[in-house]
């Protein structure tokens, strides 16, 4: 696929190298599946261990548990590449980083050892349960629940809208749940981590999207779940903490899906417009059209300096919660709009399941969603601003 990009000027030789194996990975083993993952919206296991072995999920991780020790920034480029060629596989990188993120931050030794490995070495893919079906953005309003009776917890409760759940390589689902009240009358959350296949722990219906339809999303069940007190994560009551201190990187790495969903329709466009004829001349020459790429390059570009400055200032130790929400909601409004002028511009074809512009747009709103909509996301920029 022809790309239209030039890397910033100051990013280092490095970053040029990672973003070119994994361009050559996505167009050579990702594009020619995309139709039929999208068509019987299956996982990509072959894919995924063939990411796993080139590095790309466990990037920005410690090398004692099989990651690579790489930056943020290298992270994000991996993403907007996948994504450029399909949401839904760069989506299940995006969600096992998030569980990938937690055990590495909070985990002991031994769960690292035993769950944070298999994750970054492509064994297993993770999976993090947070909301539920009266929780989604209100996530202090979360129903699961967790009591101790001694020596194990035991869980019960439901959670919906669950990113690579049920799939035949699951590993850890860390999951939030409430464990108590706190003096203040407010509950008290703490996460845990539920490996595939504990007694009392089901997956529900597969959940069918508009959208990341290769992504396989369920409705998560907990009855009666006993699990030993070791697999709680990090401190007691720590749960929303723990989990809201992630959601920030989760906004940079949806905002990474995101541009890679911009610079895929720019570049989708400008081949098309180059080969297409109508009225007895190329569609490039049309300026309407030529006004449509030149907007989609525009946001592209603003889009790429928001993020890769949000991801900087996390690989700096620097505070990030504002450029992480200003760039999400950014990228994710410009893809969404960018999926419709790619649409619009190829025409009846853009409406064929087969043209990858047909399903860029589901994969496109999607990600107005996930990770905080963008309302919630108007919130708390405005809420910083005015404090």
């Not at 100051?10 to 139709?35: C, D, N, Y």
């Not at 190829?346 to 087969?354: D, I, K, L, P, S």
Request: proline content about 4%.
């Amino acid at each position: 696929m022809m790309t239209s990009l030039k890397q910033p000027h100051w990013l280092g030789e490095q970053h040029a190298m990672i973003r070119e194996a994994v361009r050559r990975f996505a167009e050579k083993e990702i594009a020619p599946q995309s139709e039929t993952l999208w068509e019987q919206e299956a996982f990509p296991y072959t894919l995924w261990r063939q990411a796993c072995e080139l590095g790309f999920t466990g990037l920005p991780y410690p090398e004692q548990f099989g990651g690579g020790g790489g930056d943020w920034l290298s992270f994000v480029i991996v993403l907007e590449e996948l994504a450029r060629v399909d949401c839904a596989v760069a989506n299940a990188l995006m969600a096992n980083a998030t569980v990938a993120s937690l055990l590495t931050n909070y985990g002991t030794s031994a769960q690292k050892e035993r769950f944070l490995k298999p994750i970054l070495d492509g064994t297993q893919i993770g999976a993090i349960g947070l909301s539920e079906p009266d929780a989604g953005s209100d996530a202090a309003n979360i129903a699961t629940r967790a009591r101790f009776d001694g020596e194990r917890w035991v869980i019960d409760g439901a959670k919906t809208f669950i990113s690579n759940s049920g799939t035949e390589i699951g590993g850890p689902t860390v999951i939030a749940a409430v464990t108590g009240t706190r003096p203040d009358g407010r509950k008290e959350i703490s996460n845990f981590v539920v490996p595939q296949g504990t007694p009392g722990f089901s997956k529900g219906r597969k959940l069918r999207k508009i959208g990341w339809r290769a992504s396989i999303t369920h409705e998560l069940f907990f009855e009666q779940c006993a699990i030993p007190a070791d697999q709680l994560l990090g401190e007691r009551g720590a749960g929303l903490r723990q989990t809201l201190a992630q959601i920030s990187t989760g906004r940079i790495l949806i905002g990474a899906l995101a541009l890679g969903i911009l610079q895929g329709s720019l570049d989708r466009s400008i081949a098309y417009m180059k080969e297409r004829r109508a009225f007895g001349r190329p569609l490039a020459e049309f300026q309407g059209l030529q006004f449509k790429v030149a907007d989609i390059a525009t946001h592209a570009h603003a889009a790429r300096l928001m993020l890769y400055d949000a991801a900087a200032l996390k690989d700096a130790g620097a505070p990030f919660d504002t450029q992480a929400s200003q760039a999400k909601l950014f990228a994710s409004e410009h893809a969404m709009t960018a999926a419709h002028q790619a649409l619009q511009i190829h025409g009846g074809y853009g409406v064929m399941a087969e043209f990858p512009v047909a399903r860029a747009f589901g994969d496109a709103k999607v990600l107005e969603i996930v990770e905080g909509t963008s309302e919630i996301q108007r919130m708390i920029i405005a809420r910083t601003l005015l404090a």
